[in-house]
Structures are given as structure tokens and as C-alpha cells.
């Protein structure tokens, strides 16, 4: 049960790092929505489409942290998988975000 309760804590504060890091850097890209500028590649039409997903996912698991779990963890699977396969590899620092995201979806495992 104190584990638990430390996983959680654990993943709301670096649930709320992230979105505080992650979101100037989301509105400094220029346009942040996907597939409306020709010039956006594969790459970057995957991370945009996730990353509303994910901030949204991080917010929604402070009360709901399964399923703001499961949405991070989807969101970046998702945008690594397509960017994986176009031929631009595993964006590394996501890495962070999916663990936040495990890490919620862990302190609710056992739970009916």
C-alpha cells in the first residue's frame, strides 16, 4: 500500500515537470497542429498528434491515473512505433514521459 502511494506521488510530480517542460517547447514549434504545414515530415505530424494526448494523459491522472496512465503510455507507443518505422528511429527522451505513464498505470495495478 506505502508503495503505491509512492509511485503515485512519484508520478504526479514528474507527471507535472514534464507538462511544465514539455509545453513551452509544444507552443514554441509554431504551428502545433498536425498535417496543416507541407513542410512537417512523418516525424513531426506523429509527435504533434501525441503530444496533446500525453499532456492531457498527465493532467487526467492526477484523479483518474489509470487511465491518464494508459494514455500517455499509448500516445508515445503510438508516436513511436510510426516514427520508428519511417526510418527516424526512437525519440530517447520520450523514454521519460512513457515511464511517468507506466509508473501511474503501476500504482493502480491490484486495485479492483
Known amino acids: 500500500m506505502k508503495i503505491r502511494l509512492w509511485a503515485r506521488w512519484i508520478a504526479r ?7 511544465v517542460l514539455f509545453l513551452p517547447f509544444y507552443f ?3 504551428n502545433p ?3 496543416l504545414n507541407p513542410d512537417y ?4 505530424n506523429a509527435w504533434l498528434t501525441a503530444f496533446p494526448f500525453v499532456f492531457i494523459g498527465l493532467i487526467l491522472a492526477w484523479r483518474y491515473p489509470r487511465i491518464g496512465g494508459y494514455m500517455v503510455v499509448l500516445a508515445i507507443l ?6 520508428f518505422f519511417s526510418g527516424y528511429g526512437l525519440v530517447i ?3 521519460i514521459p512513457l515511464l511517468v505513464g507506466f ?3 503501476a500504482s493502480e495495478m491490484g486495485k479492483a
Open 28 to 30: 514554441g514549434y509554431g
Open 78 to 83: 503510438a508516436a513511436q512505433t510510426v516514427t
Open 103 to 105: 509508473l501511474f498505470v
Open 13 to 19: 510530480i514528474a507527471g507535472i515537470a514534464i507538462v
Open 93 to 95: 527522451p520520450m523514454i
Open 41 to 44: 515530415t512523418v516525424h513531426d
Open 33 to 35: 497542429l498536425p498535417f
